[in-house]
């Protein structure tokens, strides 16, 4: 059963998620929030599966609210709710660590598959926003993503799989290794490319053609 959070400051577009996601038999909505107010706190207290954030709320928005949750629960799920696909919003909550984007105009299809994808552990995101976000990285000055060559090949794999959507569980099947060892090497993995959390290390190893948008489906 995956537990999603909706959050969105129109009643009417909650109340139609609700309905849509609830027909299926494992999805269940446990809180709606109207604000990003709301939903840091139902975040934190109920740690739902998947959060549906809307950007644009009023009060503390979307960006905002995921900046805080993913401060104090790094490992949250979170997809952004937009109009608009280069919306700079998006850009920023990708950035501090969403795991992707859904425009609200979407097909319903794919949403639901989106949200199972990003409860699997994968990124919905592609090469464009990888370029995008190094060179803003660049841009502003700001610490940019080694050159993976520092990594041993057992890294690099883990990288790609990361990329492809592979939970810490998955990837340790997938290498024989112990779940402890894959968590120890992808913080090593952060520290040498200097990244801060799992989605920037997807769009790293898109960005540097380890992995492909789309692989993993």
């Known amino acids: 059963m995956i537990r999603i959070l909706l959050a969105d400051d129109h009643a009417l577009f909650r109340q139609g998620l609700r309905s849509l996601l609830e027909a299926e038999p494992d999805f269940r909505v446990i809180g709606e929030a109207k604000d990003g107010r709301e939903a840091l706190r139902h975040a934190l207290e109920a740690r739902p599966d998947v959060i549906l954030m809307d950007i644009q709320m009023p009060g503390l928005d979307g960006v905002q609210a995921t900046q805080e949750i993913l401060r104090e629960w790094p490992q949250a799920k979170v997809i952004m709710l937009t109009m608009y696909r280069q919306d700079a919003y998006v850009f920023e909550a990708v950035k501090t660590g969403a795991r992707g984007y859904m425009l609200k105009d979407a097909d319903a299809k794919e ?107």
């Open 111 to 217: 949403l639901l598959k989106a949200i199972r994808r990003v409860q699997a552990g994968e990124v919905l995101l592609d090469a464009e926003m990888a370029e995008q976000i190094i060179q803003d990285f660049k841009s502003k000055n700001e610490t940019v993503p080694k050159p993976h060559a520092e990594l041993s090949d057992r890294e690099v794999q883990i990288l790609k799989l990361v990329a492809q959507g592979y939970t810490n569980l998955e990837i340790a099947s997938e290498l024989s290794l112990s779940e402890k060892t894959v968590r120890n090497r992808l913080s090593d993995i952060f520290q040498k490319l200097h990244l801060n959390n799992r989605t920037q290390a997807a769009l790293y190893a898109l960005r540097e053609g380890l992995a492909e948008s789309g692989e993993g489906e």
